[in-house]
């Protein structure tokens, strides 16, 4: 009946959420896998069933879901203010928890279609604390979890000297007990730790310009590095000292740095670059492409590949999806069905790893189920979770990057949130 549905449906729900949340950043492990079984093998023909929508405003930042609750950051514009939002919905039912706000004051050009200024690094939860940068990354605030209360927050445009122009779109990452952060401020301090705790500078490092590009933290050799993405490297620091292990130079000219770099087997992929990783000393080789130059790259500089055993899968600038040799870049194969978009409307995709298949999200709010191998593009089923809303190239488009926790999905452009059933 009816009202038993109704009654069971949340504690279902609750009970499912013990599967696996997605507390960060491309989820659990920071590395776009999601571990849960239970899901669906292909998508309804009506679409997947909606259990909560909510509304939100601008941000590119992805939902995050820890502990029963989902977090999200946006902005709300109401010129000459620009209000910066910490939103906490709870899981089961989307009902609005608390709100986090801060008010800031923006110049003419923050109010112009494609400019917002929004809040586009995706927040981070850890031991009941929120991590968030607010609109354009120029502030980071600590939050506690359950309430909302601030704990402690950093100005990082004043701290940093970073222009009113400046976007960065990094994620935080915890490690520890540092919250590390590519702020793109000065003097050499393009990445700073800051302590969990109380918010104050543990290290800053690198002379360089600061990219939307996020941080990792990987092994090698025979250390824990933090492998960071800037406008005119990519380098290993010492997560704990902010040393420069080792640099790598790769400008992005006038390219986008927002991929963000993935490992596997000693090979560090970053955009079109392929690194090979020694695993007994702290130095790195470039496996290809012969050239780096920006102009030249073969791979996207906004979507996150998938690095898979011998096999790379990306986009690539002209907003096709190849397969690529890992150890030499020579492409296998490519497909223009992902994204439907031609070179230069701002195409992107989000790929998520689960068992066997992989679930791809376009910019057109569209989620597509397929495997992906050497042999070619499978797809299986797609379906549209949200309205493409942000104008862009004369179309309308959605780059936020959705989450999956316990069974579901969480997407969201510029106007709502939903939360969708991936459960079989």
């Known amino acids: 009946p009816k009202p038993i549905i109704v009654i069971l449906f949340p504690v279902a729900l609750a009970l499912a959420s013990r599967a696996e949340d997605w507390p960060q950043w491309r989820g659990s492990g920071r590395d776009g896998v999601w571990h849960e079984k239970g899901i669906r093998k292909t998508f309804p023909a009506g679409g997947l069933p909606v259990r909560w929508r909510a509304p939100v405003g601008y941000g590119f930042s992805s939902p995050v879901v820890a502990k029963g609750r989902v977090y999200v950051t946006d902005a709300l514009l109401d010129r000459p203010k620009v209000r910066g939002r910490v939103l906490c919905f709870e899981e089961t039912t989307g009902k609005l928890l608390w709100t986090f706000s801060r008010e800031t004051n923006y110049p003419p050009w923050a109010f112009v279609s494609g400019q917002e200024p929004s809040p586009n690094g995706t927040p981070v939860v850890q031991d009941g604390k929120v991590y968030a940068t607010g609109p354009q990354a120029h502030s980071l605030y600590c939050l506690e979890a359950d309430s909302g209360k601030l704990v402690w927050e950093r100005d990082l445009a004043q701290d940093y000297q970073i222009e009113d122009t400046a976007t960065i779109s990094a994620s935080p990452l915890v490690d520890r007990d540092r919250v590390i952060l590519q702020v793109g401020g000065k003097p050499d301090a393009c990445v700073v730790a800051f302590d969990r705790k109380s918010g104050r500078e543990i290290w800053r490092s690198l002379n360089e310009s600061g990219s939307q590009a996020s941080p ?209």
């Not at 130059?293 to 011998?310: E, W, Y």
């Not at 597509?368 to 549209?384: K, N, V, W």
């Open 216 to 424: 990792m933290i990987i092994r090698a050799g025979g250390r824990r590095q933090l492998v960071v993405w800037t406008l005119q490297s990519v380098s290993s620091l010492d997560p704990a000292t902010g040393q420069l292990f080792w640099r790598e130079g790769f400008s992005a000219g006038n390219s986008s740095a927002v991929a963000t770099p993935v490992f596997s087997n000693n090979r560090l992929l970053v955009s079109g670059l392929m690194l090979k990783l020694d695993e007994h000393k702290l130095s790195v080789s470039v496996l290809w492409p012969e050239s780096r130059a920006a102009t030249r790259r073969i791979l996207s500089g906004t979507s996150t590949p998938l690095l898979q055993g011998n096999y790379v899968y990306s986009l690539n600038p002209a907003g096709n999806l190849v397969c690529l040799e890992a150890e030499t870049g020579r492409q296998i194969w490519e497909t223009d069905q992902v994204t439907r978009q031609k070179k230069g409307s701002g195409p992107c995709m989000h790929m998520t790893v689960n068992g066997n298949s992989v679930f791809i999200y376009n910019e057109l709010g569209e989620l597509i189920l397929a495997h992906l191998s050497p042999q070619g593009y499978e797809e299986i089923c797609r379906t549209t979770l949200v309205e493409p809303t942000y104008p862009f190239g004369g179309r309308k488009l959605t780059w936020a990057p959705p989450s999956f926790a316990n069974r579901h999905v969480y997407a969201r452009n510029e106007k709502e949130i939903i939360c969708a059933s991936l459960s079989q």
